[in-house]
């Protein structure tokens, strides 16, 4: 739905750039590398949709051997795999897991960006270098050391050692996420809040927090989407107890033929469905790109 | 403390640095109760750093900033009960105009009635009361310098602090705003410190102006003083003072300052400003409207003889040269000329006449409007010996001078741009870092 | 004013610590860093301590001296192997990643109807994670996935062809969550670029080739280097997709197999935490190769953003 919205807004902004638009299209029929480049994305979509179809397809498959489509259609696999799985509780876990996530590196985050977009001081580089290499770092790298220091203090497999150790790249990616939005309050404002008499808790609460708000909203946002998906730091730290719905689906399929197919795949429709929810409600506070970059797209 | 009715706010050598680069440097400076300061000086010359030190949006490197003999300083910002009106106004975009207005008095835990009032108050004095429920986005650039201005005068501030307010509105709006300006500091008597770039704005606003230049004074004074007697040609070169080159002293007069200056070409007779002898370089100057052109008429003359005046006692009236037009330029009510002197020395000057480019013509220098500076410069004390120096009410000049960068190598009409101050250095005024205490 | 102002008494009081405050605030140390201490201290507690507990249990080997675990992973074969495989995989992915997105996002740099949704489609894969990619693959590229009844039926082959469960399996799990990455990251880069500066290069004759040569990739190129650096990050810490979609005990037995099997199967920590920390030695050595590259060859070079 707020895809259909966007898609509305950009139709307007088409709308509103009528006079370069006939030149576009024009170009684009007569350009050869247009249709090359448009082939390739098309390809790429098709073999996303396919890819994506055929997990959905079976998972509604009563059973489907060397044909193009299953022989029949069922929805007992996921009955199957909501049983069988404990899915009700992975997914509350999953989503007690990211809320904390999200709310704990909020917490963390935007008064550190803030700090580093604005002040310079001795050591920032340092500050900021530290920030970067959670990220920079390939998550099993420090995910096993990570896992080995919660074993010695008995946090691992607990709900609490999953909620650490997903915190490592959340909290330097609200860092960097909040950032632009930090540089683009007018650092004049503050001290014009201060001018007036006002504090540093009350320039905080009552100026920034309000100017911030779409910043701590897709910084939250990014966070959640992010850990419902981190599978690396999960994995090495969950308990059978503490495990989130990602790390659910990679148990069930690695251990194939134990499990009908279809029941894992029912499983990756629903972790799929999840996300794409998530999707959707990212979508409507942020833009596809601040998915990956933290450049804001200029309209 | 909200400093209300203070008699004198004291800056005594105050001074900033960044990084390495001393951005001010012993700013001494005595604000009277009611005053109307205007700091002034090219982007870069540290008015803008000078104006955020008496906020307490920067805490200063040196000096010390006194109210009424209390050590005044280490107040934070938001304590010191000063307005601030910004460059970009700074208003807050969530909150309507009634609520940035209301913001301070809000801070200040007020009563929600009084609060009312006096916002309704000052929204009615900057005219804006149909406004007072949009949004900051909502408004025009005029509207927003107002609404900041209400904001800043709704504290009755003990000082109200202006940051080039102007600077980003179009001219007409400029001028109106500035007429506003006067009149509400003439009806509310708020202690005014305003910075600006614009000369003509700070000479028609200000009881005083504070030239600065790469961080350091260079003359205090009152409008006049500073348009008919700048201290340095750096001040010259601000104030109008177009046309400006290089010159060597010849001889000086027994009597008074005239003095007769030699090079380029050019032999000409100027007013010394500060103690000139012969051999000296000095940067001499003169506003292209005081340059007098011939009547076409007196052309055939042969031109006066310069120093003349040593002959016949005569006091001298100007220097009159035979130039070429170069460039005309019509600007409404005359032209813009610009004519070459000497060995190809441009000189600026205005007038009714109708010249043709390529024609030649003869230009008259007054004595007394051409002003011959040392060429490195003293800062801080005015050398107008015997001049009024200004400021009335008995502040003033820094206590001690600081001498001043080099200027600039470039030839003639040198912008002063690229000097660069030896860097780092401690403050004139004596200010040591970290050991000031407060006798009291 | 009298002597007994508020303001006037107070700061006096305060003179000694007003002081030193007032020295530190004027070096930039204020109240406000302490704004900064959670996060400092959650970087420290989290990340640097574990790591540096990790760095000094993998020179405390279960047996042997400092080294021999380093000196174990280095002369067997089966595990330095590994570092091999994985680069063989992440590099090629990154470069083709990068390499591709360049002209698909030089062609969409500008406004067009239904950006955001292709934009939004390429969002898709990188929120769905490795996972679930893998499961996709497994059904779509497997002998009797959708994929190969297509050659099939066109008669371009006769057996179905393999794509799973071996080095090709996992190269597609990489371009299918890298690619759009890398294509989203490089449009934010070149929407960074003033597009006034093609035009110019427009106005003096320069054709579409020449201006993206000479303009467009040159302050297009520090966006590149950390596009392919982030890609590479990506593609190097590959471990589901090689262990479902690949074949983790041959060809795609990539490090982070190895480190992983150490920890959780042989429960050797010195022995798992020097591998992690070879893992991290080798991904940090390959981005600062680029980055020395991107800085030595095109200094002075600024645009896009970042």
Redesign the interface.
């Known amino acids: 739905m707020a895809v259909t919205d966007t898609l509305a807004g950009s139709d307007v902004a088409g709308t509103a750039d009528e006079p370069t638009a006939p030149r576009g299209k024009r170009r684009f029929v007569a350009s050869p590398a247009a249709w090359l480049v448009w082939g390739v994305v098309v390809f790429f979509f098709v073999n996303l949709a396919a890819l994506v179809g055929s997990v959905l397809v079976n998972s509604f498959a009563r059973q489907w051997f060397g044909t193009w489509l299953p022989n029949g259609w069922t929805t007992k696999w996921y009955s199957q795999a909501w049983d069988s799985f404990g899915l009700l509780h992975v997914i509350v876990v999953t989503l007690q897991v990211s809320g904390l996530v999200v709310g704990i590196s909020l917490l963390i985050g935007v008064p550190a960006s803030f700090v580093l977009a604005r002040r310079s001081f001795p050591g920032k580089s340092l500050v900021f270098f530290a920030f970067l290499l959670p990220i920079m770092m390939p998550p099993i790298t420090y995910g096993i050391p990570l896992a080995t220091v919660l074993y010695k203090y008995e946090l691992a497999g607990t709900m609490t050692g999953v909620v650490l150790a997903n915190l490592v790249p959340s909290v330097p990616f609200v860092i960097l996420t909040m950032t632009p939005f930090v540089e683009q309050v ?1 650092r ?2 503050e ?9 540093l808790t ?1 320039t905080f609460t ?2 920034l927090a ?2 911030l708000l779409p910043g701590i909203l897709a910084a939250g946002i990014l966070v959640l989407v992010r850990t419902v998906a981190m599978f690396e730091l999960t994995f090495l730290t969950a308990g059978p107890d503490s495990q989130t719905l990602v790390v659910a689906l990679y148990y069930s399929m690695s251990a194939a033929g134990i499990r009908a197919q279809q029941s894992v795949d029912a499983m990756a429709v629903i972790y799929t469905s999840m996300m794409l929810v998530l999707l959707v409600i990212a979508l409507r506070f942020v833009n596809p790109t601040q998915l990956v970059a933290r450049v804001k797209e200029e309209q | ?1 909200r ?1 209300q ?3 004198t706010l004291e800056l005594r050598g105050v001074g900033r640095r960044f990084g390495r680069h001393s951005a001010l440097r012993g700013l001494n400076l005595s604000i009277q109760q009611g005053e109307f300061i205007a700091l002034l000086g090219p982007s870069g010359c540290g008015k803008s750093t000078a104006l955020n030190c008496l ?1 307490g ?1 920067v ?3 040196w000096g010390s900033i006194w ?6 300083d ?2 934070p ?3 010191r ?4 009106v ?3 106004y ?5 909150l309507t105009v009634r609520g940035n207005v209301a ?2 008095l809000r ?2 835990k007020l009563p929600k009635a009084e609060i009312r009032a006096r916002t309704q108050e000052a929204i009615r004095t900057v005219r804006l009361l149909d406004q007072a429920d949009k949004l900051p986005g909502q408004l025009s650039g005029g509207q927003q310098q107002r609404v ?1 201005i209400a ?2 005068i709704v ?1 009755e501030p003990a000082v109200m ?1 202006m940051d080039e307010p102007l600077s980003n509105l179009d001219a007409k709006l400029r001028l109106e705003m500035r007429t506003e300006i006067r009149q509400m500091h003439q009806a509310l008597g708020l202690t005014t410190v305003y910075v600006t770039h614009d000369q003509e704005e700070a000479l028609s606003l200000a009881d005083r102006l504070v030239v600065l230049r790469d961080g350091l004074v260079q003359q205090i004074g009152t409008p006049e003083d500073l348009h008919h007697r700048p201290a340095t040609w750096h001040v010259a070169d601000f104030m109008g003072f177009r046309n400006l080159f290089r010159l060597k002293v010849d001889r000086r007069a027994e009597h008074g300052n005239t003095v007769t200056l030699r090079g380029n070409g050019l032999e000409l007779d100027a007013t010394a400003v500060g103690s000139l002898s012969a051999g000296d370089t000095v940067v001499v100057g003169i506003r292209p409207e005081d340059v007098v052109v011939e009547p076409p008429g007196n052309l055939s003359e042969p031109v006066g003889e310069p120093g003349s005046w040593a002959r016949t006692g005569r006091a001298p009236t100007g220097t009159v040269l035979d130039a070429r037009v170069q460039v005309v330029e019509f600007t409404g009510r005359e032209f813009a000329v610009q004519v070459r002197i000497g060995d190809e020395v441009a000189l600026h000057l205005r007038t009714p006449q109708r010249l043709v480019a390529g024609d030649p013509t003869r230009v008259q220098l007054p004595v007394h409007r051409m002003l011959a500076f040392p060429e490195e410069v003293e800062s801080g004390s005015s050398p107008w010996v015997g001049a009024p120096t200004s400021h009335g009410r008995g502040t003033g000049s820094p206590k001690e001078s600081e001498v001043g960068p080099g200027p600039g190598t470039g030839s003639g009409a040198g912008t002063g741009s690229g000097a660069r101050p030896g860097s780092g250095e401690q403050p004139g005024s004596g200010a040591r ?2 050991s000031e ?2 006798s ?1 | ?1 009298s ?1 007994s ?4 008494s ?3 009081e ?2 000694g610590a ?2 030193w405050r ?2 530190l ?2 070096r930039g140390i204020d109240r406000q860093l302490w704004l900064l201490a959670p996060a400092v201290v959650f970087v420290v507690l989290l990340f640097l301590y574990p790591f540096f507990y990790g760095l000094q249990l993998s020179f405390q080997p279960n047996e042997g001296g400092p080294f021999s675990d380093y000196d174990r992973f280095f002369s067997d074969a089966y595990q330095r192997d590994t570092i091999g495989t994985t680069l063989k995989l992440s590099l090629p992915a990154a470069l083709f990643n990068v390499l591709a997105a360049v002209p698909l996002a030089y062609r969409m740099r500008g406004r067009f109807r239904g950006k955001r949704l292709v934009t939004t489609v390429l969002v898709v894969p990188i929120t769905l994670g490795t996972v679930l990619t893998a499961e996709g693959l497994l059904n779509y590229l497997g002998p009797a996935g959708w994929f190969n009844r297509i050659l099939m039926d066109l008669h371009l082959v006769h057996e179905p062809v393999t794509l799973i469960h071996n080095y090709w399996g996992v190269f597609f799990s990489l371009v299918i969550t890298g690619f759009p990455f890398a294509f989203l990251l490089i449009l934010s880069y070149l929407s960074g670029i003033d597009p006034s500066l093609e035009r110019a290069a427009a106005t003096m004759g320069a054709g579409w080739w020449q201006r993206f040569r000479r303009i467009t990739l040159p302050l297009l190129t520090p966006g590149l280097a950390t596009t392919f650096c982030l890609t590479f990050v990506l593609a190097f810490s590959v471990f589901p997709s090689a262990i479902l979609v690949g074949n983790p005990a041959g060809s795609t037995r990539v490090i982070s197999i190895a480190a992983y099997q150490a920890a959780y199967e042989q429960y050797d920590y010195p022995y798992a935490s020097a591998i992690a920390m070879v893992m991290g030695l080798v991904e940090l050595a390959v981005i600062a190769l680029v980055l020395l590259w991107r800085t030595t060859l095109f200094k002075g070079s600024t645009g896009g953003k970042g």
């Open positions: 007018d004049r404002i001290d014009a809040a201060r001018m007036c008499g006002a504090g009350a009552r100026i309000p100017l | 403390m400093a009715g203070f008699q906020a949006l805490p200063l490197t109210m009424d003999g209390e050590r005044f280490q107040v910002c938001e304590k009960g000063f307005g601030m910004f460059q970009n700074a208003l807050f975009p969530h913001f301070g801070m200040r900041a904001r800043s504290l602090l870092p970290g205490a407060v009291q | 004013m002597v102002t508020p303001v006037g107070a700061v006096p305060h003179e007003g002081g007032h020295r605030a004027e």
